[in-house]
Nanobody
Framework: DVQLVESGGGSEQAGGSLRLSCAVSGYTYSTYCMGWFRQAPGKEREGVAAIYTGGGVTYYADSVKGRFTYSQDNDKNTLYLQMNSLKPEDTAMYYC??????????????????????????????WGQGTQVTVS
């Protein structure tokens, strides 16, 4: 079974940086759709960054472009979200997620389907437990 475990959250002052990690186990495909989401109290879960490794296409929410960067270490099966220039509005619970049968479900129209779904929480079928980020 696929398991995702986030870490790296904490409290930081505005302008500071944090790096979140997501350790992935049990995923057997060579390509994947992975996403980082966040949810603040009283708000909907928001897509922050996502990548489809089959095409190497990475998306970022407008609110984090230029500040957040997705990366991965395949040897460690770990994904990262580097968060710089943090703002109080970045305060939220952060989650990593995976869409398991990504290649199958993207189908022949990969770019269009991925563009339409990367930020939809319902597109992803496995989630980590979350890690809290608080910016003051």
């Amino acid at each position: 079974d696929v398991q995702l475990v986030e870490s790296g959250g904490g409290s930081e002052q505005a302008g500071g940086s944090l790096r979140l990690s997501c350790a992935v186990s049990g995923y057997t495909y060579s390509t994947y759709c992975m996403g980082w989401f966040r949810q603040a109290p009283g708000k909907e879960r928001e897509g922050v960054a996502a990548i489809y490794t089959g095409g190497g296409v990475t998306y970022y929410a407008d609110s984090v472009k230029g500040r957040f960067t997705y990366s991965q270490d395949n040897d460690k099966n770990t994904l990262y979200l580097q968060m710089n220039s943090l703002k109080p509005e970045d305060t939220a619970m952060y989650y990593c997620a995976v869409h398991y049968l990504c290649d199958r479900d993207l189908g022949p129209w990969v770019d269009e389907v991925w563009a339409n779904n990367w930020s939809r929480a319902t597109w992803y079928d496995h989630w980590g437990q979350g890690t809290q980020v608080t910016v003051s």
